[in-house]
């Protein structure tokens, strides 16, 4: 699986952004799909996932502001941010892997697959 994230920016707080992650390669709809930040200095933290079956996971820091989605058809993931704060400052990375456990969805370690990241910098 090949992904490429994008839909990053400048954006004000309090503002909003979709970011997007396309893959490629078969059996799509069989992948855990996640999304991670970086921000400057920090490691790399667990923003969101979705699983096969759709079930959502989202770190707290952004639980009620952003909402994951898929579409297995047009193997894509999005990851709507709203009410964007500073702090939401990072370099956004999408992930996959095929045989995740419900107890490693937050782990980058155990995905397999990523993209290149995008920036989003969120402005006071």
């Known amino acids: 699986v090949q992904l490429q994230a994008s839909g990053g920016g400048l954006v004000q707080a309090g503002g909003s952004l979709r970011l997007s992650c396309a893959a490629s390669g078969d059996t799509f709809s069989r992948y855990t799909l996640g999304w991670f930040r970086q921000a400057p200095g920090k490691e790399r933290e667990f923003v969101a996932a979705?699983?096969?079956?759709?079930?959502?996971h989202y770190a707290d820091s952004v639980k009620g502001r952003s909402t994951i989605s898929r579409d297995n058809a047009k193997k894509v993931v999005d990851l709507q941010m709203n009410s964007l704060k500073p702090e939401d400052t990072a370099v956004y990375y999408c992930?996959?892997?095929?045989?995740?456990?419900?107890?490693?969805?937050?782990?980058?370690?155990?995905?397999?697959?990523w993209g290149q990241g995008t920036l989003v910098t969120v402005s006071s």
């Open positions: 979705i699983r096969s079956v759709g079930t959502r």
């Open positions: 992930a996959a892997d095929r045989s995740l456990i419900l107890s490693s969805i937050q782990d980058d370690n155990e995905y397999d697959y």
